[in-house]
């Protein structure tokens, strides 16, 4: 079997087949080399490696490891870019990133609701490196053109958004920043490469949090930035100084992860469309964020640019901050937890977890009302996570 079954492979093929490596012992998969250090033949052998003449391994925090190199692979097979690399947490990618492609001096544009942690980063950690990003939400994104500067690098989203759903449209954004002279970067954590491919829409490079739907099962941490070649390797001296590379064990269990990331996603969509349908109807229930509903308002846009709507959305109960949580409470088989994209279905109020340390009136003017609840639709039985839904909102 070859271990790369090339780029015109279906997706599900490339999630089960892509980037895998073989080792003398015939094990289907590639093994777990949880090893720090390689050896080699000569000095000259180790040189050729240390120097980019040959290819091989070397040390693990350099990424220079063979279970490493293989969910690369296989994730910029996933992803349809050129090159991944692989970190410890989503931040790590997420800063190696931004310390890449930024130095004092330079600006970033970020729209739309972004993850916290990289709110946080952005607005609190880079200003004392003299990078400095202006944030457009709402209708204020119209203004992109007019925020760029000579010194723009970086235009940053996230779409769909959290945690209001909100449909980003990838290649207008991606044609403004170009013609700015700034590279398009997009956070594909929550639609997963299943639901969208931002650089097949114009997007130069693509970041997750491989904790979510890349892992899947809400039992591993770690980031990857994928996209063309040059870009990517210059996040390499960053990764290997900063110490951020992936463990080799985390490695492992991604890539038995995303063997199966096809029929989880597909799943969780259909669960989703079946959840979020529900609680449209619900009569407690004051308006449903999911781009699935031919009612959302970034339903059209999003059915020209995911294949599929994704496994979050939240809604807004009709009451105010405590009996939303009370309603929260109810819950039995739906658990209190961050996080998501994993098998189990979960549920959090942004104004306690994600979008706690916001000021309230940053939170009114992102729209992060009290009543609102956000899901991550599991793969349990649709009709389960309804009941326990409808027992809960009672
Ligand atoms: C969770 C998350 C991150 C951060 O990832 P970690 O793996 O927790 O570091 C970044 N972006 C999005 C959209 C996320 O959901």
């Known amino acids: ?231 990517v390797r210059t996040l390499v001296p960053w990764r290997k100084n900063l110490g951020q590379a992936m463990a080799p064990e985390v490695a492992f269990l991604l890539l038995r992860s995303l063997r199966t990331l096809t029929v989880r996603v597909r799943q969780q969509n259909e669960n989703a469309q079946a959840v979020a349908e529900f609680l449209a109807t619900h009569p407690r229930v004051r308006k449903v964020n999911y781009p699935g509903l031919a009612s959302a308002p970034g339903h059209a846009l999003a059915a020209r640019q995911m294949r599929g709507f994704g496994g979050m959305m939240s809604f807004v109960y009709d009451g105010d901050a405590a009996a939303t949580a009370a309603v929260i409470d109810r819950l039995r088989l739906i658990a209190i937890a961050p996080s998501l994209g994993g098998v189990e279905t979960l549920a959090t109020q942004p104004i306690t977890t994600t979008h706690h340390d916001l000021e309230p009136a940053e939170r009114q003017r992102r729209g992060i009302v009290d009543g609102l609840v956000r899901l991550s639709i599991g793969l349990e039985d649709a009709r389960d996570l309804i009941a326990d839904l409808a027992q809960a909102l009672r």
Do not use: W
């Open 1 to 231: 079997m070859p271990s790369d079954p090339g780029p015109r492979r279906g997706l599900a093929t490339l999630c089960i087949h892509g980037g895998e490596a073989m080792d003398a012992q015939g094990a289907l998969h590639t093994p777990l080399y949880n090893h720090s250090t390689f050896g080699f033949p000569s000095t000259q052998a180790l040189l050729d490696v240390v120097e980019g003449r040959t290819e091989g391994n070397l040390y693990t925090r350099y990424g220079l490891n063979p279970t490493l190199r293989a969910v690369e692979r296989k994730l910029a097979l996933i992803e349809g870019g050129e090159e991944a690399l692989v970190f410890g947490s989503g931040m790590a990618a997420a800063s190696a990133l931004f310390l890449a492609q930024c130095a004092s001096g330079d600006h970033l544009v970020c729209i739309g609701d972004v993850y916290g942690g990289t709110f946080e980063l952005l607005a609190r950690n880079l200003p004392k490196f003299g990078i400095t990003t202006t944030f457009l939400v709402g209708d204020e994104i119209a203004q992109l053109g007019a925020a760029l500067t000579a010194r723009t690098r970086l235009v940053f989203f996230e779409t769909p958004t959290n945690p209001n759903l909100e449909v980003i449209d990838i290649a207008a954004i991606a044609a403004v920043a170009r013609a700015g002279g700034a590279l398009t970067v997009v956070d594909n954590t929550f639609a997963s490469p299943v639901n969208q491919s931002p650089l097949a829409l114009g997007a130069d490079l693509v970041m997750h949090s491989a904790t979510k739907y890349l892992g899947g099962h809400s039992d591993l941490t770690g980031g990857v930035v994928i996209g063309a070649q040059p870009l």
